[in-house]
């Protein structure tokens, strides 16, 4: 397979990816995806948002969660989002800190 038809085809299986959880899975909340998986749809925001910058790029968190969501991130989060208990949040600072870092992402 040549290079750019791999891009292509990562390109297709992030869409495929983004649009799962974007369209047909918007009760999966983020932070149960950060507990299970290590990622949510921030973190693709925030790879979005990185890439662009590798290609020199200016993009912030904020604009590069509303490429990734569609809108703006509070407008989504109002609409999709439910509040954690407890246990979830204490299960998301370790996650976050073993697949992210010690900064909290909002």
């Known amino acids: 397979m040549d290079d750019q038809t791999r891009i292509e085809i990562e ?3 992030f869409r495929a990816l983004r649009h ?13 995806l950060m507990n299970l998986a290590g990622f949510c749809r ?6 979005v948002q990185e ?9 912030t968190k904020d604009e590069a969660r509303e490429i990734y969501y569609g809108m703006p991130y509070e ?5 999709n989002q ?3 208990d407890a246990a979830k949040k204490a299960a998301f ?12 992402e909002s």
């Open 93 to 104: 600072e370790v996650a976050f800190r073993e697949n992210v870092g010690d900064v909290k």
């Open 11 to 13: 390109a297709a299986a």
């Open 75 to 79: 407008e989504w989060r109002a609409q």
């Open 82 to 84: 439910t509040e954690a």
């Open 51 to 59: 890439a662009a910058n590798e290609r020199g790029i200016a993009m």
């Open 20 to 32: 799962h959880l974007m369209e047909k899975r918007t009760d999966v909340q983020n932070i149960d």
């Open 42 to 47: 921030n973190c693709l925001a925030r790879w």
